[in-house]
């Protein structure tokens, strides 16, 4: 378990989206999911713009299976200049409409398996709702065999704190680190500040608008808060959680136009 993971480092900060809205509601508004057209039409325009990081999971909805509908009609080129990420450990209960914890192996194989089947390959795979009690504990080693056994490129987990943070640079297995950092919370600092400064993994943003918060008051609101993130986070992924096409463009445009000037 102490094996070093080989990192795979960003030279850049690029723009992802996170596709919780194809599935379920999300956001500070609450808004509830796309129609499986809409949600199809949303990548489908995404992709068209350039975005290549595509973050989903077996918590939201038909996520993965919208997204993997619209993978399954690209070309192998198009195909491959996508970075698909998604996860195990939370998953969705349609009867419910809510969502269930559960990382035990059964669990995880079974959604691995799912996950494959709508999206034919997996780039990146998480542990989602990691918490410092699960890093630290017995179950997380079969979990991870389990993960590796699938042969997935990278594998990455979802943390919320800086103890569960701790835990996973301590086991050594994981390339991409996903958590959520903005202007409202900052309490993942440090831990973007270490993958940062050791460049051992991939920092992947989420809420970098307080899930909409920051994006109230329109575009110079936008721009100031991808400028806020660009001088904190010189490199890595972040991941933008809108299912609308013009606001993607605006995040779009926010995070080219924080770039520094040249001299």
């Not at 997935?152 to 994981?174: K, P, Q, T």
Request: aromatic share 4%; with cysteine; hydrophobic share 45%.
């Amino acid at each position: 378990m102490k094996a070093r993971a080989a990192s795979s480092p960003l030279a850049e900060l690029v723009l992802g989206t996170g596709l919780i809205r194809l599935g379920r509601a999300w956001g500070v508004a609450g808004q509830g999911p796309l129609s499986a057209a809409d949600g199809r039409r949303f990548v489908e325009g995404a992709i068209a713009a350039g975005v290549s990081y595509f973050d989903t999971a077996p918590a939201y909805g038909e996520s993965e299976q919208i997204l993997g509908s619209v993978l399954a009609g690209l070309s192998g080129p198009e195909r491959a200049r996508l970075t698909i990420a998604t996860k195990v450990g939370e998953h969705w209960v349609p009867d419910a409409q809510a969502t269930m914890v559960d990382h035990s192996p059964g669990a995880v194989r079974a959604s691995i398996e799912r996950s494959l089947a709508l999206l034919g390959r997996v780039d990146v795979l998480q542990v989602h709702k990691a918490s410092a009690e699960l890093l630290a504990g017995d179950m997380v080693a079969p979990m991870i065999d389990i993960m590796r056994s699938y042969g997935i490129a990278c594998l990455g987990v979802s943390v919320s704190d800086m103890e569960a943070f701790r835990h996973a640079r301590e086991l050594g297995v994981f390339t991409h680190f996903q958590m959520p950092y903005n202007k409202e919370s900052r309490g993942m600092e440090r831990a973007i500040a270490s993958v940062g400064s050791d460049r051992r993994g991939v920092v992947v943003v989420n809420r970098p608008l307080a899930m909409g918060a920051l994006a109230r008051e329109g575009s110079d609101a936008v721009a100031s808060a991808f400028a806020w993130l660009r001088a904190r986070l010189p490199a890595g992924i972040i991941l933008t959680g809108t299912a609308n096409l013009k606001h993607l463009a605006m995040n779009a445009r926010a995070l080219q136009d924080s770039r520094p000037s040249a001299s």
